[in-house]
């Protein structure tokens, strides 16, 4: 439960971050609707889909297992470099995303296209944001 919370804080730190970045200021910040958070390995696992969002529309699940985003395999990967260089860009670009299915055999390939996203972030039960100085 620790690593699961330990995970959703930098997930939603990245987020954070991010949001104050010149691209979001410039309205240049989109997105495909996608929360998720990574294994051990480098894969992403999606926790949830925006409701409205490219990835639902696209057909993604919770629990699914995002393995490669375009030509990068996530194997080996680090989760900020994937968010920052593949998951993140610009509106209207588009992205394409390979992903297992727990239940179902083989890989799946959907092309999803980014959209503008809010700055509104959904507070979870529990989880909280350090402030800058906080050590716990």
């Not at 990835?55 to 968010?83: C, M, N, T, W």
């Not at 993140?88 to 727990?102: D, K, M, T, V």
Request: aromatic letters at 6%; glycine letters at 10%.
């Amino acid at each position: 439960m620790i690593r699961i919370r330990l995970a959703l804080v930098v997930v939603l730190s990245l987020f954070l971050c991010c949001l104050n970045s010149p691209c979001v200021a410039q309205e240049k910040f989109a997105g495909t609707g996608i929360q998720a958070v990574p294994i051990v390995s480098g894969e992403l696992v999606v926790l949830d889909v925006v409701s409205g969002s490219p990835a639902e529309r696209a057909g993604l699940h919770p629990g699914d297992l995002i393995v490669q985003v375009d030509d990068y395999p996530l194997k080996g990967s680090e989760f900020a470099d994937v968010v920052r260089k593949y998951l993140w860009g610009e509106a209207g670009e588009s992205l394409s995303l390979i992903y297992l299915r727990p239940g179902l055999e083989g890989r799946f390939s959907r092309r999803l296209v980014r959209e503008p996203l809010t700055g509104e972030v959904e507070k979870i039960p529990g989880i909280r944001l350090m402030q800058p100085g906080e050590t716990e």
